[in-house]
């Protein structure tokens, strides 16, 4: 009986898993590791879908219904763990104007990775639309880059925000 617990218990736990898939970025300085649930983007699908923005994410990763994307963006601006608290208070500053009524979760600086990175997580709902965002902004390589969680699918915002908050907490910066 303690055998077939044992063998119950250890499948159980097998197929809760979040399998994960490391990655790097930013010519190996950023280390990720994200759930093989989700897909890079092909370059053509990359420019396809976001080749309009001014400055393109270098990679994009999404689930099969495209209802969760990961982006990794880096901008030619510089930044440093002294510049994040001004990076911060801009961003923070912008993006509340941008979105006066989403509803914040986080919106903060934290040391993390010998370094400190700002913290956006908020939630818009209007009629027929709902998003969920998560975004870090940190400096690798004397750059800002921001690496961008976004759910679509309400149905399932508890489980992909798990997992992109499991994902965030895999950042590591050579």
């Given at each position: 009986m303690k055998i077939l617990l044992a063998l119950?218990?250890?499948?159980?736990?097998?197929?809760?898993?979040n399998e994960m898939t490391a990655h790097q970025f930013i010519d190996g300085k950023l280390n990720i590791n994200m759930p093989t649930e989700l897909d890079e983007m092909s370059d053509t699908i990359l420019k396809k879908r976001y080749g309009e923005q001014k400055l393109p994410p270098q990679a994009a990763?999404?689930?099969?219904?495209?209802?969760?994307?990961?982006?990794?963006?880096?901008?030619?601006?510089?930044?440093?763990?002294?510049?994040?608290?001004?990076?911060?208070?801009s961003?923070?500053?912008?993006?509340?104007?941008?979105?006066?009524?989403?509803?914040?979760?986080?919106?903060?600086?934290?040391?993390?990775?010998?370094?400190?990175m700002a913290v956006f997580e908020y939630e818009i709902q209007s009629v027929g639309q709902?998003?969920?965002?998560?975004?870090?902004?940190?400096?690798?390589?004397?750059?800002?880059?921001?690496?961008?969680?976004?759910t679509t699918d309400k149905k399932y915002k508890t489980k992909w925000v798990k997992l992109a908050r499991e994902t965030f907490d895999t950042i590591t910066i050579q």
């Open positions: 119950v218990l250890f499948f159980s736990i097998s197929v809760f898993a990763f999404s689930n099969k219904d495209h209802t969760v994307t990961f982006t990794v963006t880096q901008y030619p601006m510089q930044a440093d763990k002294k510049s994040m608290r001004r990076i911060h208070n961003l923070s500053k912008m993006l509340r104007s941008a979105h006066p009524k989403a509803k914040w979760k986080k919106d903060k600086v934290y040391n993390n990775s010998n370094t400190r709902y998003h969920y965002y998560i975004t870090y902004a940190l400096p690798v390589n004397n750059t800002l880059v921001m690496l961008s969680f976004l």
